[in-house]
């Protein structure tokens, strides 16, 4: 059974342009987490997509935002890119309603690495 | 607000020799508490978690965890470490109750095992 599936694995963008980042989660997935992975601020939660709704947040600008569409593939933008916004982005996604807070397991795929210049 | 603290940046083991990782953890609520492992250039893999019941968990590769509520601790141990688990391992905490919420993580620890 195929992984959770993130694309592109390696992007470089300028400061100013925006990036779209997507994940296919395993097939029968309904939940979808994104996380920021910085070496200074570790893995921070983005936000939640649970049946084509947002149902968590967490505390990062306007800039970031989301999407989930029917198939329970995400995408995430990042708007006026800023050189803090280097990291790796990772999704994950997880089976049941109650998403990881239920104690399901969480797959997380390989990550998409952002380099802004 | 919930929270995790991992103590040690760094941990070196000789190969065989017992693996210890620390995890403390700070909930208002009963927690769920997950151990992830990170090898370079991927994503991460879930070790084990304690949701509710025994607390001793068992989870692949031979680690395994034990969640003291009365230390709000959930440390990571392996009898005998093999080289092939040098990576970095990440301690993580959610809200049982809130439903579709967020993991929290603690800083890291990177192992290394010397042959």
């Known amino acids: 059974k195929a992984g959770v599936t993130q694309t592109p694995r390696y992007l470089i963008k300028t400061r100013g342009q925006q990036v779209t980042l997507s994940c296919s989660p395993i097939s029968g997935h309904r939940s979808v987490s994104w996380y920021q992975q910085t070496p200074g601020q570790g893995l921070q939660f983005l936000f939640e997509?649970?049946?084509?709704?947002?149902?968590n947040k967490g505390n990062f600008p306007g800039r970031f935002s989301g999407r989930q569409f029917s198939n329970s593939r995400s995408e995430m933008n990042v708007s006026t890119l800023e050189l803090g916004d280097s990291a790796l982005y990772l999704c994950a996604s997880s089976l049941s309603g109650s998403g990881i807070a239920g104690g399901t397991e969480a797959f997380f795929g390989q990550g998409t690495r952002l380099t802004v210049v | 607000a919930q929270s995790v603290t991992q103590l040690g940046s760094h941990v070196s083991v000789s190969e065989g020799a017992l693996v210890l990782l620390r995890c403390n953890y700070s909930?208002?609520?009963?927690?769920?508490l997950f151990w992830y492992v990170q090898y370079p250039n991927q994503g991460l893999q879930l070790l084990l978690k304690y949701t509710t019941g025994a607390t001793l968990v068992k989870g692949i590769n031979g680690f395994e965890a034990e969640f003291k509520k009365s230390e709000t601790s959930f440390h990571l141990t392996k009898p005998s470490a093999h080289m092939s688990d040098a990576a970095e391992y990440f301690c993580a905490v959610s809200d049982g109750r809130n439903q579709g919420g967020k993991l929290i993580f603690g800083q890291g620890t990177e192992l290394s095992v010397k042959p």
């Open positions: 997509y649970f049946s084509e709704t947002q149902r």
């Open positions: 909930s208002s609520v009963p927690p769920y």
